[in-house]
Every structure is written in structure tokens, then in C-alpha cells.
């Protein structure tokens, strides 16, 4: 048994954490790559994973473990009418409405029956094995470790193993031929249960509360209200970290399941090591070195630091990690009887559920920006502060005197520093924020004053501006956090996604349709419309990606222009003269088509356009679904013969250029490249931003003056492999030291 019952949760485990990664991939080129897709999965598992708990709570407890078993051989073979798992034909997300309850119903008609029987093995299995009569049945507890280990191998398995080997198509029945191995061994698992002469005693102690080897555990007391509590707490709280932390990654540098899989990946473990059998990582520990990491991912947030990526990632990650442990181990520690073994999973799986619905849906609705990541930050250190076993809520004065002024102090300092406007100077920032930290860890000792001293760190940081100017406006969709900014010397407006600039306007009269950041007449985009000028009076321009507008000011008299957005927040800014004129004063006959850019132009004309330009971003990065083999026949078969591609491959973290060669190559493409990195302090004065830019076209000599402009390099493929919808992989082109 201590075989077939681990070997079981594991591979059901690893099932339902392999699927997640494999369906958000097959999802993402429907809806622009937004890593809204990713949380809102997650939350959608969550939830079922909640209804499976519940579903092997009231079965055990209604029908006994026999009979429970008896339908469960029944019911895992309905997946089977699932298989293989797939998105149907002609799903299309609407344009217009926010897409989640779309995705949510997509998910649940083609995933919901596969998740759900699986999600159920796990405490099935565990209540099942518990009314055996094995020496270790009395805490099968330390089979929830094992389903935990299956679910890490799962996740890390698809970004490492499935994704960059095998196409979408092949995962899926690799999947399905896993889940025949996982009603076999399920199958097994019953005839244990039916053979086992403990069954029925088990059976007859669910009233009385005992079991015939039973030893004895932490807390094995009644179930009460606080430790109901206590336990969806702890499970909130880490749901709701890693969900940020996700976001967080997803945004700054790519959308893809590795990303996706790495907060996940540390959140199943530390499932692991605290319902270990044996304590490898002492919660004591753990809470003792939570303010050493708590603080100083407070300030990373507060400063908004993206730089140098590794440390910064790093960062995240070892907070989320030790935050988990100590919240989990909240948890683990007051484990009940196995008795309420279903019980207890079914609230612990209902905190999980929650703080997912706190960041997938709730947080976008009540926060203009990502403020649920420190909020969750300040509720990880009062969970602290709940009382235990026996304990009663205790508190002084001080616990609450002290944090307010500890904030007084702090919003003092910024504000007087940042009237000397000195506020993005580090010396300036470790006066501001290095004393009150200080201040703030001299209170970790008592866990309710450290809370609320760290919560009023946060809440006094919203005072920083970074000298970079004010807000005008903060609006937060599905897709992400708009910003409009105005600098802190009134020139220009800039439109920012997360933290990336994704556009600036000049608020001279005089400069007003003049394009800016990486738009510049001076840059690669200005370059090529000055080489074509000969050739573009009646030219049909499609732009994929309507950031501010900048591009629409290349417009001229006798061109069609046209702008798909899979953003309406975005079109609402950009058509907003309140904020930005490129559309209502420099070029009005623009037309802009709402909804995901290939599903869109999908839907034109053969042969309809004379350029193609690719400058979709979802913050930092450009979602992959528009850079595939697939991606790339579409453009073709849309453009003229003559008719041009060029893509915006600008990235801190990526490194598209062997993407966009090899792409060229497979398709018999001429590319060339022209990085324009380094510039001038005049030319960042003027409000120009380092690009980088590559053009294809199906002829050498479409590409005009071009070809002999030194700048332009023309790029080879390397022979490697090629993106498609069914296989991509970051690992190639990521830039470890950018």
C-alpha cells in the first residue's frame, strides 16, 4: 500500500497540474496573451479542486468508504468522453465585454469533468488508505506530500520536458495515455479498499471520532470556529502571494507557462515540506526569518524595481516561498483527526478558492492598480498575530501607536524629500524608506505591531512619486494597469502599461503630431516610411496595437489605415483629447477594430494591405501567438506581393532576433534588422526611446534605400527551431544579463 497509494496520488497530481500549463497555452492566442488568462485558469482549478474535496467530503461521510469506492470506479471513466483534451472549433472571445466569464465557460465545457475526477483522488485516496489497517493509516497525512510532489513534477515537467518537445497535439495524448495508467491504478486502489477487513471498522468509527490505530496527533481537539478560520487564512493568504507574484512575472517579461509554473511550483512546495513526515524546514525558522524577507519585497514594490531582473525575480520568489511556509505551517500545525480529514482539506481547499477570487476577480474591480500584492503582504504578518491553540487575541497599546507614527514619520520624510525633488536619488530613497524599515523590523518580535507597522510603510508610500511626474489617470482591465502620467516638467503625456512606456506625447502645440518614444522620425520606423515615401500615397497600413496612437502621425492624405486592439481600455485612452491627439487632431480617419489581432485580421481580405506592423505588447513583452510560423502565414496571406512586415521586437528580458530569422527563413523571407539602442542625451530630450525593429518582405528589392543603409543588418536564420502555435520555448532566447 505504501506503494500503490503514493504512486496514484502522484500521478493524479501531476495530471492536473500538467493540464493547466498545456490548456492556458492553447487559450492564450485567443486573448491577446494577457496573464489575466493564466489567474483566472488557476482560479477556475481552485474551484473545482473545491467541488472535488466536497464531493469526497459528503460521499465518505454519506455513503462510507466502501460505497464511496464502488461509484468511483464508475465515475472515472467518464473523462475518457473528454479526450483528448482540446479547444473547440470556432471559439471566438467577444471583442468588446471583458472576457473572463467567456473563459470561465470555455473552461469549464472543455476541462471542468477531466479536472474534477481528478481533483477528487487525492482526498479520496488519503480517507481511503486511512481505513486500512496499516501501521500508518492513523496519519495519512504524509500522502498529502506525495500529491503535492506530483503536482511540482506536473508543472515543472511542461515547461522543461512536454513544451519544448512536443507539439500541443501530442501533450494532449500524452495526457490522455497518463490518465488510462491513472484509472488502473484507481481501479487498484478500491480493491484494497473492498479487501481491507478495516473498511467497515473505519466505517463504523466516522460517528465516534476513533480510529483502531490512530496515533496521536498535534491538535486533535473539536473543530471550532477559530480553527476553521485559521485554516482558510492560511490558505488564503499564499493563493492570493502567488497569484501577484504571477502577475507580476507574466507581466514584466513574458506571458509563457515557465513563468506561470514558477510562483506555482513554490507554492506546492512548501505543501510539501510542511506535511512532510519528518520537519525539514522548522516553522520556527520560518517565522523568525519572515521579516527578513518581507520587508525588503515591501520595498522593491514601493520603489516599483524592475532592475536587474534576476535579483529582482529572485526576490519575489524567496518571499513567496518563505511566506507559504510560514502560512502553510500555520496550517499543518493544527491538523485534525483523520476523522475530519475531509473537512479539513475541504476549508483549506475554500481559502485557496478565495484568495484566488480576491486577485482574479475582486482585486481588478476594487483596485486601480496592483495594490492586493502588498495588501496580502500586510495579511501574511497579522496571521501571525491570530491566536493559536488555547491562546487568546492579545494586544497593548503600543502595537498600534507605534505603526501610526512609524507612518507619519515616513509620509513626512517622502513629502519633504520630493519637494527638493531629489526623490529618485538613492540616497534620497534609503532616507525616506531606509529609517522607516529599520523602524518597521524593530517591531517583528510582536507579530500584530509588525503588521500594521508594514501596512503603514505601504499606505505612506503612496505618497512617492519617484520624481517622475503625477498621475492623471489609472485605469485596470483584464488586460493589465493603464497609467497616464504627465512628467514631472509638464512636457509630455506617456501612456504606461505595468511599468513599461507604451507611449509619450509632446504637449507643444508645435510637436503635438510629431511621433515619439520608439516611433521617432529618426528611428527604424521613421527610417522605413522616409526609404517607401516614393511608393505610399494610396498605401493600406494595418498596425497591430494602438498603444497612445504615435503611429497614426505617419499617416498621410490617400492611405487606409487601420489599428486592431484587443484593448477597448486602450482605444478609450488614445481617443481621449484629454490625454492624447494623435487620433482626434493629427490623423482622424483611423479606423480601429476591437478583439485579439490574428482572430481579427483572420476575418480581412486576402491581398488587403502594403504594410503590416507588429507592435503589440503586453508590458515589456510581445505575446508569442503573434510571432508564430501560423502567425506569419496570416500576415502574408493578408499583404500585397509586393507588401511589407515589420515587427517591434523591443524586450529588456527576450531576445527575438534568431525568433523573427528563423521565421523568415522557414517561409523564405528576406529580414533585416536595425537596433537603435544607443542614443544621444539630446535625443532622449526630445523624447526618443531605444528600439529595436526587424522588416520581412517577400522580395529583396521591395525593401528600396534600406538594403544600403549601413544600419540595417540583414539577418540568416540559425536553424533552429521554428515557433508555432503548438511549440515555442523562452529558454533560447532569454537574455540573462540584460
Sequence with gaps: ??????????????????????????????????????????????????????????????????????????????????????????????????????????????????????????????????????????????????????????????????????????????????????????????????????????????????????????????????????????????????????????????????????????????????????TLVPHSFMVRIFPMVALPVSMVIILQATQPIGLMVVIHLISLFVIAMVCHGVVANDRPATTHLTEFYLWVSLGGVLGGIFNAFLAPVLFSSLLEYPLVLVASALLLAWPGKGQHFSYKWFDFAFPAGLGVLAAGLILGVENFQWAAHPLSQAVMFGVPAILCYSFSTRPLRFGLGLGALLLASSFYTQGAGSVLHRQRTFFGVHSILVDSQERYHLLSHGGTLHGRQSLDPSRECEPLTYYHTTGPLGQLFAALEGRTAQWRVAAVGLGAGSIASYRRPGQEWTFYEVDPTVVQLARDPRFFTYLSKCSTDIEVVLGDARLSLAREPSNQFDLLVLDAYNSDSVPIHLMTQEALQLYLDKITDRGLIIFHISNQYLDLTPVVANLAQDLGLVCFLKNDLFLSEQERLLGKEPSQWAIMARHLEDLGDLIDDPGWQRLEGSGGPVWTDSYSSIFRVLKWNP
Excluded at 495515455?177 to 478500491?190: D, H, K, S
Excluded at 473543530?223 to 493568504?237: H, M, Q
Excluded at 502571494?241 to 506555482?264: E, G
Aim: aromatic residues 14%; charged residues 10%.
Design 1 to 278: 500500500m505504501l506503494t500503490l497509494y503514493p504512486v496514484t496520488l502522484f500521478l493524479s497530481a501531476a495530471l492536473m497540474f500538467l493540464v493547466q500549463p498545456m490548456f492556458g497555452k492553447m487559450a492564450l492566442p485567443l486573448l491577446g496573451g494577457s496573464p489575466a488568462v493564466w489567474n483566472t485558469q488557476v482560479v477556475f482549478c481552485q474551484g473545482v479542486l473545491l467541488f472535488g474535496y466536497l464531493y469526497a467530503h459528503l460521499t465518505s461521510r454519506w455513503l462510507g468508504i466502501r460505497r464511496q469506492a464502488l461509484i468511483q470506479c464508475f465515475i472515472i471513466f467518464l473523462p475518457l468522453l473528454f479526450l483528448p483534451i482540446g479547444i473547440p472549433q470556432g471559439q471566438i472571445p467577444p471583442g468588446e465585454v471583458n472576457p473572463i466569464f467567456w473563459l470561465l465557460s470555455l473552461l469549464l465545457v472543455t476541462l471542468g469533468l477531466p479536472f474534477f475526477v481528478v481533483a477528487t483522488i487525492s482526498p479520496m485516496l488519503q480517507k481511503w488508505f486511512s481505513a486500512t489497517r496499516h501501521p500508518k493509516a492513523g496519519d495519512p497525512y504524509f500522502l498529502y506530500a506525495a500529491s503535492n510532489a506530483g503536482s511540482l513534477v506536473g508543472l515543472l515537467g511542461y515547461p522543461l520536458l512536454l513544451e519544448p518537445y512536443l507539439h500541443l497535439q501530442d501533450q494532449t495524448w500524452v495526457w490522455g495515455v497518463g490518465y488510462g495508467f491513472l484509472i488502473v491504478l484507481t481501479l487498484a486502489c478500491a480493491l484494497t479498499v473492498w479487501r481491507s477487513s478495516g473498511s467497515s471498522t473505519q466505517d463504523r468509527s466516522e460517528s465516534t471520532g476513533t480510529h483502531p490505530t490512530e496515533p496521536s496527533l498535534e491538535n486533535p481537539g473539536p473543530v471550532t470556529f477559530a480553527r476553521l478560520i485559521r485554516w482558510i487564512l492560511g490558505a488564503f493568504v499564499p493563493s492570493s502571494l502567488m497569484l501577484s507574484v504571477t502577475t507580476y512575472l507574466s507581466t514584466n517579461i513574458a506571458p509563457v507557462p515557465l513563468l506561470w509554473v514558477l510562483p506555482l511550483s513554490i507554492y506546492l512546495l512548501t505543501f510539501i515540506l510542511v506535511f512532510a513526515r519528518r
